[in-house]
Every structure is written in C-alpha cells, then in structure tokens.
C-alpha cells in the first residue's frame, strides 16, 4: 500500500514570489510520481510525471519538481508565480497498474 | 485531445432516490475510475474498472455501485442516496500501464437533501 502527505493545506503568496508545495509519499514497491492542477471549477490535470531517469521534471508553464528518493519527497516548486496560478495542486503515487493514491490537495492563492 | 464527459455538472436528488452518474471517455482507455472529492479529504477512489464488465472496490465502496457494460462507459450508481453522500464526484481515465496519468471529467456535484 502507498499513502500520500502534502504537508501544507493552504499556501498564500504574492504574485512574482517563489513557491514551494510540499509532498511525501510512502510505499513498499517503486511508483510512479504525479502533479495534477485543478483550476477553479474544473477537473484535475495533469501538470507533470516523474517515471524514471532525471528526479528533476519541469512543466511546460514553469513548475518543477525533484524527485528525492532517500527522503521520499516530490515537493513542487516554481521561482515566481502568476495570478493564473491560483488554483488545487494535488501530488499522486501510482503503484499498481493505473491505480493511484491522492494526497489531500494544496491550495495554493496567488495574491496581487 | 482526450476526452471525459460526464452527464452533469450539477445534480440535486432527494434522501432514498437512486442516483446514476454517467462517464464517457472517447479514448479507447481500458481503465476507468470513479472518486469523490471533499474538502480537506483530496480525491478519495469508489470504484474503478480495468475492464468491460470488470470491477473493483476502491477506498469507499460502502453505498456505492457501479456498471461498465462498454468500453467508453462507466457508471456509478448511489442506490439510495443520503445526504452524507453530498459530494464532487470525479471520474478518471487511463491506457494501460502504471506510468500513465489519468484524464478526469469535468465533476457532477451532487446535492442530496
């Protein structure tokens, strides 16, 4: 079994400010490491995958996240946020074959 | 593009109807998945599918059904609802494999008075 930790529920930052969203996960077997956005009144999607090779991935709109396998963490992080964003950012570990373990979700508020 | 419809943005039953909730993905995905989503709680799995006519209980199946008699459908069935089942109900799609990310629908939140 995998289990999920975001460890922050709520992050509020000014626009242009780094940001850092927090995740560690647990698991017995190898997973595999996902950021999923979820904008206002919309579905979640995927922001980026860590599979294998280089533990640090980027997303096309400028976040990164490094995988850290002695510490189990995919923290989320991008160097100076926008407005747009404002919205849920949810960590997942995927184990078995498509099936995969949410975390609580952060909610991350960009303010002007 | 990958695409997930469910067949309501916003629903509103009442304590004991039986609720169906529709899910159609247009991508040949062999996997599917129903969550409900609640505040300070993230997505939490119902039910999921690998396959037609296939099955399994997630997390929180407890008055919970489901029925995939197609490929592209997947339904989830509140047999009598109630209102703690007052909720945002996801549902997700996949190809085959472990390293695949899900595609989610748009949501039905459900009110149940």
């Known amino acids: 079994a995998q289990s999920v930790t975001q460890l922050d529920s709520q992050v509020p930052v000014f626009e242009e400010a780094p940001v850092e969203l927090r995740c560690n996960y647990s698991?017995?077997?190898?997973?595999?490491l996902f950021w999923y956005v979820q904008y206002p009144n919309q579905g979640l999607q995927l922001l980026l995958k860590?599979?294998?090779?280089?533990?640090l991935v980027e997303s096309i709109n400028g976040f990164e996240a490094e995988f850290n396998k002695s510490q189990t963490s995919f923290h989320l992080r991008k160097p100076s946020v926008h407005i747009s964003d404002t919205a849920e950012y949810f960590c997942?570990?995927?184990?078995?074959?498509?099936?995969?373990?949410f975390g609580d979700g952060t909610t991350l508020t960009v303010k002007p | 593009d990958v695409k997930v419809t469910q067949s309501s943005r916003y629903l509103v039953k009442r304590t004991g109807e039986k609720v169906f909730l529709e899910c159609v993905q247009d991508?040949?995905?062999?996997?599917m998945f129903w969550y409900r989503q609640d505040p300070g709680l993230g997505l939490r799995l119902i039910y999921f599918?690998?396959?037609?006519?296939?099955?399994e209980k997630g997390d929180i199946p407890e008055g919970y059904s489901v029925s995939r008699e197609k490929k592209e459908r997947f339904s989830l069935i509140l047999e009598s609802a109630s209102t703690n089942q007052t909720s945002m109900y996801l549902c997700?799609?996949?190809?085959?494999?472990?390293?695949?990310?899900?595609?989610f629908g748009p949501g039905t939140r459900l009110t149940v008075l």
């Open positions: 997942a570990v995927m184990a078995n074959a498509g099936k995969s373990t």
């Open positions: 599918s690998y396959d037609v006519k296939m099955k």
């Open positions: 860590y599979l294998s090779g280089s533990t």
């Open positions: 997700a799609s996949t190809t085959g494999g472990p390293y695949n990310e899900q595609f």
């Open positions: 991508m040949d995905h062999e996997n």
């Open positions: 698991s017995s077997v190898s997973v595999y």
